[in-house]
């Protein structure tokens, strides 16, 4: 079956009701009111201020940033890297911190808001950065051919989602009326997806975005984003608590929905372009220690005050986000 192709520019940005499933888009929220990103407080903005009581229970008093360029090192030569695009930049804390790093990277910076490009601006402000305000979804591929190393970190939930969808319907549509359809089953069969039993939703979005990403044969790739496949080890799963149904749930936000990522189908397309995968909860490169006070916090489910239910949501979240990284053979 042949790609999609340019044909389906534009139809991912309405949520479209059609027969059982309806399509996530969250990029008009995203071009025209996004104005804050206060309402959906990520892990990597959640350890930005150096004085954040979160900052006290992990092993490391550190940035999201700093933590991660010391993971990402295990596996790519950071030193050695030059060209770098982060897809989705938030307000650039991220990006400052690889820069504080190693100021020999140069930095693109791509993002869909015109709010977050902005701040990312005013981050990174005395840096050698460029910046380009795009839907990634559109972007031409050639544009990325010499990046080194490319970031999507906590933004493929806003990527767009199909929401309903179940085999029937899949297969009965796709090769006939509904060119939105023939874009899903193209990769389940192109990358040989299992299908779901009954209704599922599909990350059609991230599955793009990857698949791109794969094409121009970008040498590291990384992704951080909430999973729908979370998993928390045997020894603490008595302190927390993570629910995973191993399909992509909803994130209802003000002004929009999100959804969880299914990191598996995203490790299939990768490995169909000869990555290889490393992959785990964000719990990897932020380790924490379990003191009795930490214990008391999560056994209570952080009902001891507002503080106690910040560390708590917290310590979920290292579990419930999750990373990849891919290395090109």
């Known amino acids: 079956m042949k790609a999609p192709g340019e044909n389906l520019r534009g139809l991912f940005y309405d949520i479209r009701p059609f027969m059982d499933y309806t399509l996530n888009s969250t990029k008009a929220y995203h071009t025209d ?10 892990v990597c903005n959640a350890l930005h201020p150096a004085g954040t009581p979160l900052r006290r229970i992990i092993a490391r008093d550190a940035s999201f940033g700093h933590l991660l360029y010391n993971h990402l090192n295990r596996y790519a030569p950071m030193e050695s890297l030059a060209r770098v ?5 938030g307000y650039g804390y991220l990006m400052k911190d690889l820069l504080d790093r190693n100021n020999r990277l140069k930095p693109c910076m791509l993002d869909i808001s ?15 950065v460029s910046y380009r305000i795009e839907d990634f979804l559109e972007t031409d591929p050639g544009f990325l051919s010499g990046f080194d190393l490319a970031i999507m970190n906590e933004n493929l939930g806003d990527f767009p989602t199909l929401v309903g969808l179940n085999e ?4 009965a549509l796709a090769d006939k009326s509904d060119p939105i359809l023939r874009s899903a089953l193209y990769f389940f069969e192109r990358y040989r997806l299992a299908m779901p039993q009954g209704a599922f939703n599909l990350n059609i979005g991230a599955l793009q975005a990857i698949e791109k990403l794969c094409a121009a044969a970008v040498p590291y790739i ?4 909430h999973s729908c496949e979370a998993v928390v080890p045997e020894p603490l799963r008595s302190f927390i608590r993570v629910c ?6 909803r994130i209802a936000l003000k002004g929009h929905d999100e959804y969880t990522i299914k990191f598996s189908y995203l490790e299939s397309v990768a490995k169909t372009f000869h990555y290889r995968i490393v992959r785990g909860p ?4 932020i380790a924490f220690d379990l003191t009795d006070a930490l214990q008391n916090i999560l056994l209570t489910r952080g009902r001891m005050g507002d503080e106690a239910e910040m560390v708590c949501q917290f310590v979920e979240d290292l579990f419930q986000y999750a990373y990849m990284i891919m290395i090109k053979d």
């Open 33 to 42: 009111t996004l104005n804050t990103l206060g309402w959906e407080l990520t």
């Open 168 to 171: 029937e319907l899949l297969k």
């Open 85 to 89: 695009i982060e897809i989705g930049g």
């Open 222 to 225: 990384y992704i951080g984003e």
């Open 282 to 285: 964000f719990a990897d490169f």
């Open 244 to 249: 995973s149904t191993g399909n992509p749930e």
């Open 114 to 128: 015109p709010f977050l490009l902005e701040k990312q601006r005013e981050t990174l402000r005395g840096y050698d």
